[in-house]
């Protein structure tokens, strides 16, 4: 059965941070591009960055055999974009035109990219340069507009849950208040579902800036409840109110704490929020909150910042069928030519979405969703 209308040869590439589903992706794309529609597949590693240097191979079929529950990217990836890559003295410089020349050079038809929002941005920008361009959404932040869920969400929800549990455990025994700190960006979707699987009694997300009388009435009415143990689920992007403050000063404060907390304009030293986030040094949502509760009921506090285990390993049933099924659905509109879009799940259909409708936008947690809503009902707090 040979392909007609659509494309004939295509890259595709990973780009932003891994998770786990990006091989199952690449292989639900590339596997009925080769055999059903006998479009040539042409893999550029390391992301954009391979675009605009030319780092390409042809995939062939026992290239993306058995890569089905394999962690991380059999095509590596970058944070880089081409309109902005990183010159050795610091600088930056637009090599969108050498990204082009290789996608022309190479003789592609369509640029399939698996990313989340930083890459769908690039990709939108490649495409209103004349490229046909196809998005996959992948991201354990699951904060992409456009789709109800993006691969690597599942498996990263998965990981956190299964952490909680074990904190679970060591809390009891030692009566102690566990903060786990959580990834996700500006996003609190990844600790919400977590929070909530684990049974964490506050959860603190982004969306919701939190109080510190809140919580701490929270947990000393657990104490009379005889309950000497409590489990605080912090997203990275968490900030207490009282240092609410405007979105730029907000990112002043989360660089000045990934380099040494200094002060950013705008950060108020009224109330124990900005105090405790003040003495803390280290910028983290998650210090912030331990430190805090410590300090104000004498409770003993274990901070753990899972990190980097949130986007390893092998990924989820769930999120191989999810992958498995973006890449199948890419690879048909490739073979009947349609392109300029991101591929996306709404209720149980896969369908695709302009690019427009999804670059550049982030995708945060109603303060009414659905989950916020089960949560409260089984009692958690979120700090507000
Ligand atoms: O977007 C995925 C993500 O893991 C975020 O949750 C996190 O903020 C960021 O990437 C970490 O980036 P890096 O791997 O570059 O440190």
Known sequence: MGAVAGARCIGILTSGGDCPGLNAAIRGVAKPALSDFHIEVIGIEKGFRGLV?????????????GILSLGGTILGTSREKPYKMPLPNGQTIDLTSRAIETYNRLGLDCLV?????GTHKVAYSLMQQGMNVIGLPKTIDNDLAGTDIA??????????AQAIDRLYSTAEAHLRVMVIELMGHK????????????????ILIPEIPYDLDSICQHLTERRRRGKWFSIVAVAE???????????????????????????????????????????????RASSAAAKAISKRLGMETRVTVLGHL????????????????FGTHAAEMLARGEYNCMVALKG????????????????????DHPLIRTARRVGTNFGD
């Open 151 to 160: 691969f690597g969400y599942d498996s990263a929800v998965n990981t956190a």
């Open 53 to 65: 240097e030319n780092h390409s191979r042809v995939l062939h079929p026992h290239d993306v055999s």
């Open 310 to 325: 949130q986007r390893g390993g092998v990924p989820t049933p769930f999120d191989r069928i999810l992958a498995t099924r």
């Open 187 to 202: 996003a609190g979707w990844l600790t919400l579902a977590a929070g909530l699987a684990g049974g964490a009694d506050i």
């Open 348 to 367: 149980a259909d896969v369908t695709a979405v302009p690019l427009a409708e999804v670059a550049g936008k982030t995708r945060l947690v109603p303060p």
């Open 237 to 283: 992007g968490a900030r207490p109110r009282q240092t609410a403050v405007p979105e730029g000063a907000a990112v002043a404060v989360e660089k000045a704490g990934k380099k040494k907390h200094k002060k950013a304009k705008g950060d108020r030293k009224d109330g124990d929020g900005a105090a405790a986030f003040d003495a803390l040094g280290d910028g």
């Open 113 to 117: 990219c698996l990313g989340g929002n």
